[in-house]
């Protein structure tokens, strides 16, 4: 049985993740209002942070900022994007 979840990025009934991204209860409160698509976006902007800025995910200050930045992707604040990045048009 699929797991859905009333995703809280794009407001809507979605399959849910598999399991919680991560342990504790941060990972899964995510669990239960984040949907698989609404992950998977955020990881793609994750690594583009983490090599447009050159984090290293060892430092407690770029877990911190990308901690920060997770949530307020997820909740459709205003989030960091990368900088050198552009989206392919519909026509490429």
Wanted: proline letters at 7%; aromatic letters at 10%.
């Amino acid at each position: 049985m699929t797991h859905t979840v009333n995703c809280q990025k794009f407001n809507k009934e979605l399959e849910g993740m598999a399991r919680p991204p991560f342990p504790g209860p941060r990972g899964e409160e995510i669990y239960q209002t984040t949907s698989q698509l609404a992950w998977q976006e955020w990881l793609k902007l994750q690594t583009m942070l983490i090599n447009e800025k050159r984090l290293s995910v060892l430092d407690k200050e770029a877990q911190s900022y990308l901690a920060e930045q997770r949530d307020k992707f997820l909740a459709n604040e205003d989030f960091d994007k990368a900088e050198g990045y552009t989206p392919p048009s519909e026509s490429e």
